[in-house]
């Protein structure tokens, strides 16, 4: 009997194997909503090398765009060096203005854009078409990445995909199978910042070779904390 297919002749509309799925009424997918349309916004976090346009209303002499820095720093006319990597865009105009007001002026408006981030990227590796660092836009999933990369080579593995992440001062690693991911049995997982993606290559293996050692579908994400 087939995993995820509904029982021949049975009036139950539970999946066998998958009692979180059941069948709806009608054969035509939903339409998504407006909801479903929106992607919630991600706070941008500001990094090395972006750019940034600094306005600072009614007083065009302070105005201007800059580079932040190899150190995070950027540096502004009456507020001196500020540290600006680690913070929102939000955050840094309210330290900006703060410095301001220190520095004589009265009751500064500024607003921080973000011209070029080039801080934030995804790193793709191993048997994919097109391996590189590669820019993260709004929400991204795993399977969007990998097609950010042009795919999965024609031998890859994809039955051992790994998510290398820093969290918290550790590093992880998850361990994915994207024909489970493709066949519906878990969420495509969200991918941030400075993630690492290695397909099919020796490095995901060492950390998970003893899973990997049966080519049975993995059926939930293994996550592994590297000491």
Known sequence: MIVGAPVAGCSDTNFVGRPDLQLVEGDVLPAPTREDLTVPSRPYVI??????????????????????????????????????????????????????????????RVTVGIA??????????????QPGAYPVVGRMSLLRVIARASGTTEFA????????RRSGGREYATLYDLRAIRLGMYRDPEIYTNDVIVVGESRARRVFKDVLASSALITTPLVALIR
């Open 47 to 108: 990094g090395p090398s972006d750019q940034l346009v600094i306005d600072v209303y009614g007083l065009p002499e302070l105005s201007r765009a800059l580079t932040v820095d190899l150190s995070g720093q950027i540096a502004l006319p009456l507020a001196g060096q500020i540290g600006a990597s680690g913070l929102t865009a939000t955050e840094l105009s309210d330290v900006i203005a703060k410095r301001l007001s220190q520095g004589f002026v009265r009751d500064p």
């Open 116 to 129: 070029v981030a080039a801080n934030q990227i995804v790193t793709v590796d191993g048997a994919v078409s």
């Open 157 to 164: 593995r994809e039955t051992h995909v790994v998510v290398f």
